[in-house]
Structures are given as C-alpha cells and as structure tokens.
C-alpha cells in the first residue's frame, strides 16, 4: 500500500464525510460495511453513519466490516485511527467504546484492545486510538510490552457499550459517527522495532520505559531535583478554590444544620454530604495517597533492569529510589506530605480516597475516607471455596467484625482518631466482594457450614418435610441430613431460584447489617460507606440491603459516562463512585488502563472531566474518587496489574493535563450540581 499523491487524496476529500481514506482505498466504501449488533441500529447517507442503542446487553451496537473484496482491515500504515463522533441527544450524556481485534475470538491467538469517550449533549469530539502494530511493538523473549495486534488483518471494527449497566433506555446512545481515518502515516518497510538484541535492558534506572521519550521524562538525578524546584515555586502562589470552605464544602451555598460532623442530606431533589460546617459538600477525591506502593520484582527478570536502586533485594522500589533523589534525604516522608498537601489543595481536590496511609491523613488537613478492610481471608467463609465473600452466618464473622473497628482503633492512633475527627468522614467495610456464586458455593460445602445449616433451617420450617422440597425443587434428596452432605447444585426450577434469591437477599441483609452495627456501636457519627461494589450492574436484593444500613452507597465504576445508570438503583440514597480511570500509551507504558481515552494526556483529561461531569448532575452520586494517585510500575504491581492511571507518573512528576483538569473540576463542580445541566465549564 503506497502513500497518497495529492490527486488521491484530494478525490478522496470529495466523498461523504465519513468515508476518509486510509491507504489507496478508502476506509468506508459501501453502506453495506455498517452492520447493526444485536439491539443496534444503522443509518447511513450523505452525513455520515448513525447509530442508536436503546437496549445496551453486550455487543449491541455495530461492526464495521472490511472493505469489499477484504476479509480484513489493513492499518499498518497508520500509528492512529481516528473518527468524529457527535451525541445527537439535546439533553443525555452518552458513552461509546470502540474495539480492535485480530486472530478467532477463542483461540489463542485472539487479542483484542479498545477505547472509548464520553460526550454532553450536542457535543462532538474525536476517538482515538493507537494501533498496537505487532511488527513495531512486539518484544523479544523474555521481554515485556504492551499487548500488539496483526493491523494487516484486523477483524470487523465494534461499537458497543463495554461492560454495560444501564437499563433499556430509548435515545441511551443516539450518535453520528463521520471522518474515519487513519492518522500519523508509517511505512512498515520502513519503520522498524527496537532490535531484540537492544532491547534489554528496557527499564531505565529511574523506573522508566527505557525506548521512548516524552516532554517529563527524568533523565538525569538533577532532572528530579530541577521538577521539585519548579513545582515547589508553582505551589508556593497557588490557593485552594475560592469557592470553598475550610473542609473544602460549598461556602458561598446554603447554610444548612451543623453538627459537627459529615452527614447527608438531600438538597433541591439532589444527595449531598453535608460537611461540619453545614455547607454542601461534593467529595473530589484521590485513592491510594503514599509516597510509594508497588514494587516491581527482579527476580528471574535481571536483564530487564539498566540499573537497580538497591542491589541484593527480590523487588525494586524506583518511586521510592527516585523521591530519595528528589528530596535529597533518605527520609523524605514529611517534606513529600508537606507538598502532598499542597497538591491537593492546588489541583482542587477536596477528599483523601481509600488506602491512603495514616501518617499522612494526620498531617493533611483533608476531608478523608477510611477502609477498614479490604477483604478480612481469616474470617469464616466457605469451607473449600476461594470466593470473595464470607459466610456471615457464622457466628465468629459477626464476632470479628464487631471488634473490627475497637481493634483497628487501638492498634493505630490515626484511626483512633477518627472517631472524633471533624474530618473524617466515614469508614468503608471490604472492596470488591464477589457476590455473585455465592449460593452455588454454598450447597457445595460440607454439612457443617453454618451458611448451609442456616439455610437448611428456613427451608425446613417453609416446607415441612423433604418430600415437599423434593417437589418444587424437582430433586431427590432422601432427607435433610441428605441435603446438608449434597455437592451439587440443584435445577434452575422457579422454585430453586425464589428460595436461593430469597436466602441471597437474608444473606445480603445480614452482611450489611453487621457492618453498620460494627461502626454504629463505636463510631455513630461516622457515615458507613459501603463495600464498594464492582459496577453498577447488581443484583436488586445487594441494591435493596445497601440502601437500608448503608449511610452511602459505594460502588467501582470503570466506564467513560455513568450519567446514566438508573436512579432507582439506589433507593432514595445517596451513592459515591470509589474507583474509576482513564489512561493513554504516551507516557511509555505498556497498559492504558482499564479505559483507555485517546492518544494524548488532553484527550486523557477530557474524558476525566466528562465523567466528572455526568456524576455531578447525578441525582444520588455525592462523589468520585480517581483511582489512583500514581501510575503503576512499567511491568506490574504484585498481580501483574501495570496502568498508567495516575496524577503523577512513577517517577513523582505530576501530568499537568490532568492536574489543571482537577482544578477546573475543583472550581466550577458546586455551581455545576446547582445548575443540574450538562453543558461545558463556565469560562
């Protein structure tokens, strides 16, 4: 495929507008190559392609098929393919991912890679996405690198709604999509990879790609000290929002019941935290604030390294070697709270998100959340079973997590001090239970379990005697005793599924219950704010029992828009995003992310701000919390996880894209959730 002469590419301008060129042939030909997926429609003229999604379940949406004559699409000459997309709706936020693959889907050659935007009412904007060629990006044995594809034959191009959760909706997605193109051309006879043999080491001794280089990248020890100076002078003149009050509430709001403590209200038909002071309060937050977390393991992997920051050990620490440098001080821990703080305030964010360590919260002077435990493995859970969750009929878990708080608070002096904290606000219990398979779990364990005993015992007082159970449930236990000692999971009867969604729901309901009265008997002023559940997509007995004992409802959610997730959900309640991201590939990482948003740290950016904004308008969401402060190391915290997601880069130098996006948000987000509309920042 050769590049265009101008003649080429001048015809090509003349097609409809979206039906740009990439190579010698158009990317869009006929309307034939839009297929509707699913609950997707289709529409093609003079204008571009239009595609509606009123029901989101997986894959609705759209393929966009080769050109004819192609069993696949040809993009190797491109670093980029782009599109415009416009939201057609006049008052709905609307979300859209788009996905590459290549190889058969289920086989071992599969890959598949994605992106997507969030867009207000009337707005269009460009998706990006970089193409992860394999014949540029492949690494050597023994190496390590993002995930590539085979852009010479790439499958159908999708459009869907990724990991879906909002309800059957009519207009939930009405777009234009124009402009398709390939953008940055290369030549692959002539853009060639690192050589294998260059290739390592490929981590610099800074925790760096080593093979790539862009405008923060430390290069030298006098780099880290020259970026402290120059954001040292930077901080030293900023200020906090104007609009906020000393815990970072609405001061020029109403004035509403001060009690001293953060607590929740509904204001003019939408959920807030009240803060101490009586001021509105909306939390703009930061998880996982420490100086240094995740270390990147050596062993069986020396040759990866260019240079390790402390010889001899199993994992190298490079935050921690490079904010030694930084600071010129081996315990730099209170210079870099010092500037943390300073940060915060700087970049408008008002609340200390999860994990963040206690020897900061002490000296941050921050609204801040607590988690009490991720997920507590010596509690009682299913005897045999590896689910995230616990049997809260045993009556230890009850008795551990009464002492749960008492103990924490003894053990530690920041949570002692929660207690009585003006500025804490609340306590999460758990992250990421897995709720789900629980029952199927639970009729597999031995007959001792008391979760199985428990519901043996309401089954027998519903049905009298086995033969009855035998009936509805269409099995053949001899006894009771049979249905305790039985492994198997019964039929999907009506009657198994009532009495497993009612036992799911007592479940449930007890869980949460305790939790509540773990923190109530100690801390009653503190909010309890949930177990942070995986996405918006839930079971309705999980929604029901969180309304009741939770002050407010958490919930991770990794989408480019949750504007949309139905109010209903929550009960009249108000709900706090825990986690959500979003990242791109230009800063050397090999992962973007679990969103990833474009190409640049702008686009990157944007898709924070658009996310913000949808919360905000939200009627029941009281917050969101960015997860998380720092990118991960180049190959991986300790599961393998490697994202470039954060505030600051793995070196400690902030991506200023994304701080300036904080501080818009920081500014304008009171006057924004007043209004209730969703249209730009006010200049």
């Known amino acids: 495929m050769r590049r265009f002469h101008h003649s080429v590419w001048l015809s090509l301008l003349l097609l409809p507008a979206a039906f740009t060129a990439s190579g010698q042939t158009p990317l869009w030909q006929s309307q034939n190559q839009a297929q509707p997926v699913r609950a997707g429609r289709v529409s ?84 990006r996405i970089m193409l992860p060629h394999d014949f540029l990006y492949r690494t050597p044995d023994g ?67 080593a093979h790539a280089d862009w405008p923060e990248k430390i290069h030298t020890d006098a780099d880290l000290k020259r970026q402290r100076e120059t954001e040292a002078r930077q901080l030293q003149t900023a200020t906090r929002p104007a609009g906020w009050d000393r815990f970072g509430g609405w001061a020029q709001g109403p004035k509403l019941k001060a009690t001293g403590n953060f607590r929740t209200e509904k204001y003019h038909g939408k959920w807030y935290l009240v803060d101490p002071d009586g001021r509105l309060f909306f939390s703009h937050g930061l998880d996982v604030l420490q100086p240094h977390t995740d270390a990147t393991r050596i062993q069986g992997h020396e040759k990866w390294f260019a240079k390790l920051p402390d010889a001899g050990q199993p994992n190298a620490d490079f935050t921690d070697h490079d904010l030694q440098i930084k600071y010129g001080e081996t315990n730099y821990y209170a210079d870099f709270y010092r500037t943390l703080s300073r940060r915060l305030e700087a970049w408008g964010i008002n609340t200390v998100g999860n994990w963040a360590r206690a020897d900061f919260i002490a000296v941050a002077q921050t609204p ?94 519903q049905y009298g005697d086995i033969k009855a159970l035998n009936r509805a449930w269409k099995t053949d236990y001899a006894d009771w005793d049979a249905f305790l000692n039985g492994k198997t999971v019964p039929a999907n009867t009506e009657a198994f599924k009532k009495d497993s969604d009612e036992f799911m729901a007592a479940t449930v309901d007890r869980y949460f219950s305790i939790c509540r009265n773990a923190i109530k008997k100690t801390a009653p002023q503190r909010l309890y704010l949930g177990c942070r559940l995986v996405g918006f997509r839930q079971q309705a007995c999980l929604w029901k029992a969180a309304a009741r004992y939770c002050d407010v409802i958490s919930v991770n959610a990794y989408s480019y828009s949750v504007a949309n997730c139905n109010p209903a959900n929550f009960h009249d309640k108000p709900a706090l995003v825990g986690e959500f991201h979003f990242g791109t590939y230009d800063r050397g990482m090999f992962s973007a992310s679990l969103c990833p948003a474009g190409v640049t740290q702008t686009e990157r950016a944007k898709a924070y701000e658009r996310f913000m904004q949808g919360v905000l308008v939200h009627p029941n969401l009281v917050g969101a919390h960015w997860f998380q402060f720092r990118d991960q190391p180049l190959t991986g915290r300790w599961d393998g996880e490697g994202y470039q997601l954060g505030f600051v880069d793995i070196a400690d130098t902030p991506y200023p894209e994304m701080t300036a996006a904080a501080r818009r948000i920081g500014e304008q987000m009171y006057r924004y959730r007043n209004a209730g509309k969703l249209t730009d920042w006010t200049p």
Not at 64 to 87: C, F, I, M, Y
Not at 157 to 176: A, H, M, N, S
Not at 181 to 202: C, H, I, M, N, W
Not at 435 to 456: C, H, M, N, V, Y
Request: aromatic share 10%; proline share 8%; glycine share 8%.
């Open 44 to 127: 093609v003229d003079a204008n571009g392609i239009g595609l509606k999604i009123d029901d989101p379940e997986w894959s609705s949406g759209m393929q966009l098929k080769p050109p004819a004559g192609q069993t696949s699409w040809d993009l190797s000459h491109w670093r980029v393919l782009a599109l415009d997309v416009e939201n057609r709706s006049a008052t709905r936020q609307m979300r859209l991912t788009m996905h590459l693959s290549s190889g058969k889907r289920g086989q071992k050659d599969f890959r598949e890679v994605n992106t997507g935007i969030g867009l207000n009412p009337g707005e269009k904007r460009t998706m």
């Open 143 to 209: 190496g390590k690198g993002m995930k590539v594809l085979d852009t010479a034959h790439l499958n159908p191009i999708e459009f869907q709604l990724q990991w879906p959760f909002e309800d059957k909706t009519p207009g939930l997605v009405d777009c234009r999509i124009t402009q398709i193109r390939g953008e940055q051309p290369l030549d692959p006879a002539t853009v060639k990879p690192v050589p294998p043999e260059s290739y390592f080491p490929f981590i610099d001794s800074y925790g760096q790609y």
């Open 368 to 461: 801040y959340a607590m988690q009490l435990t991720d997920y507590h493995h010596g509690w009682p859970g299913i005897q045999g079973s590896k689910l995230k969750f616990y049997d809260v009929f045993d009556p230890q878990y009850a008795a551990a997590m009464a002492k749960l708080l008492p103990e924490n608070a003894r053990e530690d002096a920041v949570t002692r001090r929660s207690l009585t904290d003006p500025m804490c606000i609340g306590y999460f219990i758990d992250n990421e239970l897995k709720f789900d398979g629980w029952i199927k779990e639970l009729l597999k364990a031995p007959a001792t379990q008391p979760g199985k005993r428990e519901w043996a015992n309401r089954l027998r007082h």
